[in-house]
């Protein structure tokens, strides 16, 4: 029993750390820091007393803010849920949590990885 104990325990950690790779990976893909950036940026714009003096122009930009939180808050879901998986892996490593939650939870962050890298090609 304690082979398999700690056999589980290392491809749990060996999946970690994949998915924390693969998290990386779509952070540089996204260029999720130079996105989140430019949001603050245009969202700034919005803020301009004469903002909507150009109708046309003002709807493009809350357009291409909105598409920008979209992959920005696609990746965020995404690494919320592997810092979460992290933590729960800590606490049944300390016997708080159940090896089926850190099954589900790892269940659900790899469904949400590989949304976000099927939505990238």
Request: aromatic share 10%; glycine share 2%; charged share 30%.
């Amino acid at each position: 029993q304690p082979f398999f104990r700690t056999f589980a325990t290392i491809m749990i950690q060996e999946q970690l750390k994949e998915l924390s790779d693969r998290r990386d990976a779509l952070r540089g893909i996204f260029d999720v820091d130079n996105r989140l950036q430019q949001i603050a940026q245009e969202e700034q714009l919005t803020h301009a007393p004469d903002f909507w003096d150009d109708p046309k122009r003002a709807e493009q930009i809350l357009k291409n803010v909105n598409l920008k939180k979209e992959w920005t808050n696609a990746f965020q879901e995404v690494s919320s849920s592997v810092e979460d998986l992290s933590v729960l892996f800590d606490f049944q490593k300390a016997g708080e949590a159940t090896e089926e939650e850190v099954d589900a939870a790892y269940a659900t962050t790899i469904k949400l990885v590989e949304e976000l890298e099927f939505k990238n090609m």
